[in-house]
């Protein structure tokens, strides 16, 4: 084993200020440390080395000793490794290249210091996991910065006058920072025009960035900045496999065994566990595994008041069939309009939908039952599971040559449609929506031009997303849109804020790189069979969990948003925008769109409530953190 200079920590907060000058800046690094407490309550550390200061914060996972904690110190303390997250085949990789080696602890995170040391930075193509990773060489006067394929875990910089601030969460930059940070209008374009989140580097703060997802970025001595994308998965699919006669029996088997592997990677840890379920298929899978590893976990499920938007007797069911305990959160109505508050402040950006609110209100009531949860994030976009994935999908049906294959698929795949829980029009309407501009189509929809509410200038906002088209399948590009851009990154990052507030870690084993991989790289054909979607997820656990469950269309995921907008948010609107701190920032028609909103308030459907909650939540966080942020 080489006896190079490297200081590992592991952590589930990291933060740094790196500067070319030889200055200190412990108080700062602290008051980053404050603000994402949250995220490691069993450790915090601070120190400094020629190239800047740099702190963490611990939440005890693996490993429950003090051999665990951070620092891991190499010999001459010249390279520094900080690391937020967990990598799931570090036993693997022990046996692997260091196995007459003795480790200091039973960790995790000493196998990247020592994978750093013998491969350098090409050391990421090895590992498997979610991770925030921060290298500090002095040997080489570089600072890496890492982030996992997915983007699963957060890290974002601010780089200006040769000085750069990174840490996981945006708060700790922007209440250190002196910066007079501006809002950023292209990300409010996204939201109000596209429907996205978090799709880019950008955030809602211009000059702060996140660490694009399978990137690492390079600060040198001098200061310079470079961006490295290390992760392309188009790299690792090989579309001429669709053209050879494998069979579904063979690609399930390979897919059964990659999913087996990584969710038994996924249980490795020295605390209580659980599984988020709710009424669907991608929870019915996870379920299915948890009862083949048999997995004495509880489960945990979130709930609306109104009968008639829950997901309870399904999630129930689901629980039941795998031997689980159910815990439901329900999210009270009198708590919506003070709860709104608070979440916007943890997620510290705008937000898609109330729905995640009663995503933050299921792990503070139980924060203390579970360290530790599972959750199927990333089955949709795998298990092609949306429903206007049958648009692309029969794009490639197109390509077969015999026409009687084609026919004959078509007309199988006819009942998914037909006995879909949505509206046919609106499933239309939605599915080539997908296709003439990114962003993801609401069925009210919400993310239409409204040239009455905003001003022909806002449209003209000089920005595109350029997702780009990799693969021949149109079904594949489809999933690789919604798996980088679209839908992923910003349910991901719901997922982290309301766990890590509580500190509690998700793990999300459907997005093992390796299984997502494969998933991509079975042919359509065999993605949408027997009129079902999903197939691909369903397979591995088909005798494992209630079937009935399991091989349910995918239902419409609704919530009370429209009505709570107009019953008990109503008031919270109309004060919002005739605030004295309203600001129309040069979009808005502050008169159209209170109309707007009186149509509907009379309205007996939904009427664009999407629209109407997104410019709620950009004002309220224009006001409530925006103008405050430095308070």
């Known amino acids: 084993m080489p006896s190079n200079s490297v200081l590992i920590l592991i952590m589930c907060g990291i933060a740094g200020i790196l500067s070319k000058e030889k200055k200190k800046f412990s108080n700062e690094i602290n008051g980053m440390l404050n603000c994402i407490a949250h995220r490691g309550p069993d450790q915090k550390i601070i120190f400094n080395n020629n190239l800047g200061s740099f702190g963490f914060v611990r939440l005890k996972i ?14 001459n303390g010249k390279v520094k490794i900080i690391y937020n997250g967990e990598i799931y085949n570090y036993k693997e990789l022990k046996e692997l290249y260091f196995k007459n080696f003795k480790f200091k602890s039973n960790g995790d995170g000493e196998i990247i210091m020592h994978l750093y040391l013998k491969f350098g930075i090409s050391f990421i193509d090895k590992i498997k996991g979610m991770f925030a990773i921060a290298i500090i060489d002095e040997n080489l006067n570089k600072v890496f910065l890492i982030r996992d ?79 490295v994308k290390y992760y392309k998965i188009e790299d690792h699919i090989d579309e001429d496999l669709d053209k050879k006669k494998i069979s579904f029996k063979n690609y399930i088997g390979e897919f059964e065994n990659r999913l087996f592997k990584s969710y038994d990677e996924h249980n490795n840890y020295d605390v209580e566990a659980g599984v988020h379920l709710s009424g669907g298929v991608d929870s019915a899978v996870l379920a299915g595994l948890t009862k083949k590893f048999n997995l004495k976990f509880n489960s945990f499920t979130f709930d609306f008041e109104r009968k008639e938007y829950s997901e309870a007797y399904f999630a129930k069911k689901i629980s039941n069939s795998a031997n689980l305990k159910n815990y439901t959160s329900i999210l009270k109505e009198k708590n919506v309009e003070n709860y709104l508050e608070k979440v916007l402040l943890r997620e510290f950006e705008p937000f898609s939908s109330l729905r995640i609110l009663s995503q933050h209100n299921l792990y503070d009531n139980y924060k203390n039952k579970t360290k530790v949860i599972l959750d199927g994030s990333g089955g949709d976009e795998i298990g092609a599971g949306y ?58 929809g919400s993310n239409y031009k409204n040239n009455e509410i905003f001003s022909e200038d806002f449209f003209k906002i000089d920005y595109s997303l350029n997702i780009k088209k990799p693969f021949k399948s149109n079904l594949r590009n489809a999933q690789y849109s919604d798996l980088f851009y679209l839908k992923l990154p910003r349910s991901l990052k719901y997922a982290d804020r309301a766990s890590m507030y509580n500190s509690i870690e998700t793990r999300v084993p459907f997005l093992d790189h390796k299984v997502v991989e494969w ?18 997820m369903k397979y591995p656990v088909k005798n494992l969990v209630d079937k009935k469950i399991l091989y349910l269309n995918k239902r419409t995921i609704a919530d009370p948003q429209s009505i709570w907008l107009k019953t008990i948010l109503k008031d919270l609107f109309f004060d919002t925008m005739n605030s004295k701190d309203f600001n129309h920032h040069g979009i808005f028609n502050k008169k159209n769109l209170m109309i707007y909103f009186e149509k509907m308030l009379k309205h007996k459907k939904h009427f664009n409530s999407f629209l109407i909650f997104q410019i709620l939540i950009c004002e309220l966080w224009f006001q409530k953190i925006f103008k405050l942020r430095n308070s």
């Open 519 to 536: 998933a991509l790289q079975l042919p359509s054909k065999f993605k949408l069979l027997n009129s079902q979607q999903r197939i691909l």
């Open 387 to 444: 429903s206007y994935y049958m648009i692309p999908w029969y794009l490639d049906l197109l390509g077969i040559k015999k026409k009687e294959k084609l026919k004959k698929t078509f007309f199988k795949s006819l009942p998914l449609i037909i006995n879909s829980t949505i509206n046919f029009s609106d499933f239309i309407k939605g599915s080539f929506n997908q296709f003439r501009k990114p962003g993801s189509a609401t069925i009210d």
């Open 62 to 75: 693996i490993d429950l000793s003090d051999k665990s904690n951070q620092p891991f110190v190499s010999e």
């Open 149 to 227: 394929r997915f983007g699963i875990k957060p890290l974002y910089y601010f780089y200006k006058n040769n000085e750069l601030r990174f840490c996981s969460e945006i708060v700790g930059i922007t209440k250190t920072s002196s910066h007079d940070f501006s809002y950023n209008i292209k990300e409010m374009y996204k939201y109000f025009n596209q429907g996205l989140m978090n799709s880019s580097d950008d955030t809602w703060f211009n000059d702060i960035k996140q660490v694009p997802l399978g990137h690492y970025i390079i600060y040198s001595k001098d200061s310079s900045l470079r961006k």
